[in-house]
């Protein structure tokens, strides 16, 4: 799936996110909103807060 504005305007929401996890969570939104949602994995799941994505940390 590209990256289109709908992702980056949610990226652009949360604005105290790192990008790398801003632009993963917009993915899993924009999947979700799509209706074939996605499993985010994450070392630092703590990184997602705020973003309404609880990525499966793998470790």
Known sequence: MPFTSDHALDALAWRDTEWPVAHAAAIAWQAAKAGTPVTVLSLA???????????????
């Open 45 to 59: 799941p703590d990184a997602y807060a705020g973003t309404g994505i609880t990525p499966l940390n793998p470790h």
